[in-house]
């Protein structure tokens, strides 16, 4: 009103200021921008709470919660690379022409064998109550980060970020568990509605830089293989009971599979930022003589 109102000079002197109170008004909104990128940044560096009775310190301070079966050893056990050659299961030279190294081709009965696996375990995960879904392998990076996936300052990234000509950035999966949380992105649950079951079959993809020791052969440490993923919402009072019934159709699935296996609790340190706590499942493997997550 009072530019309206004046005149002469005044006036001018008006506009003038007020030209001036935008710029700096853009100059605070660009700063706040600013700040607030940053602190989003190092809000999404600090990690989850851990269980009180996870186990501190290295991997090696892992608990063994449960062993199911008696390992086999002896003389002239064949690893996987010998069987899959035996059986032609598997085409690691072509794969690296193709692709690089740690890829492979699966051939044959291994390609069946894969696909068997799969549905079977989707179809156990589904009889026990949880919701098929097939995941895009692709995500927002926002969204793998938003999910914990992003490397602590410290560690390289494990993500394969895709250059993209529009600007949005994108990268693969690194599991099916990014997707799954993606598709409750931005919803808001009555707790009448939870806990929702999700079973996920997807694709996941490692860099796997800067992995601990010799690379190894054949299938382990490699940068893209196939995976089905338990996947809940909760509230937190249902968290840790949802937690030890998905262990339990995992155990189900490995023991119907003739495996033996053993349950771990594992440490802080082999906790990634978004893991309240973690079991992982080994298989014993007759021909490395050691065991191996699966």
């Given at each position: 009103m009072a530019v309206k109102t004046a005149k002469g000079q005044e006036k001018q002197d008006l506009i003038e200021r007020g030209k001036g109170i935008k710029i700096k008004a853009k100059a605070y909104e660009d700063d706040l921008k600013e700040v607030e990128t940053e602190l989003l940044a190092k809000g999404l560096m600090i990690p989850n709470t851990t269980h009180p009775d996870v186990p501190i310190g290295p991997e090696e301070n892992a608990r063994v919660l449960k062993t199911v079966g008696t390992p086999r050893t002896g003389n002239n056990l064949k690893d996987h690379l010998q069987i899959t050659a035996d059986l032609n299961l598997?085409?690691?030279?072509?794969a690296a022409i193709t692709s690089g190294s740690?890829?492979?081709y699966l051939q044959g009965m291994g390609a069946f064998l894969e696909l068997a696996l799969i549905n079977y375990a989707m179809h156990k995960a589904a009889s026990k109550g949880f919701f098929g879904v097939l995941t895009p392998d692709i995500v927002r990076t926002s969204v793998a980060?938003?999910?914990g996936f992003q490397p602590r300052s410290d560690e390289n990234s494990q993500i394969y970020h895709i250059q993209s000509n529009n600007g949005s950035q994108l990268c693969l999966a690194g599991t099916a568990e990014i997707p799954l949380a993606g598709k409750f992105a931005e919803t808001t649950f009555k707790e009448a509605q939870l806990?929702?079951?999700l079973?996920?079959?997807?694709?996941?993809?490692?860099?796997?830089?800067g992995g601990r020791g010799v690379e190894p052969k054949g299938l382990y440490r490699v940068h893209q293989f196939s995976k089905v993923e338990f996947f809940a919402v909760t509230t937190a009072e249902q968290s840790e009971a949802m937690m030890e019934?998905?262990?339990s159709?995992?155990?189900?699935?490995?023991?119907?599979?003739g495996l033996c296996f053993r349950v771990l609790d594992m440490p802080t340190e082999e906790l990634g930022a978004s893991a309240y706590r973690k079991y992982d499942i080994e298989a014993w493997m007759p021909g490395r003589n050691s065991w191996g997550e699966v």
């Open positions: 598997l085409d690691l030279e072509q740690s890829f492979y980060y938003g999910c806990p929702q079951k079973v996920g079959f997807g694709h996941a993809f490692r860099t796997e830089d019934e998905i262990r159709v995992q155990e189900d699935i490995f023991s119907e599979l």
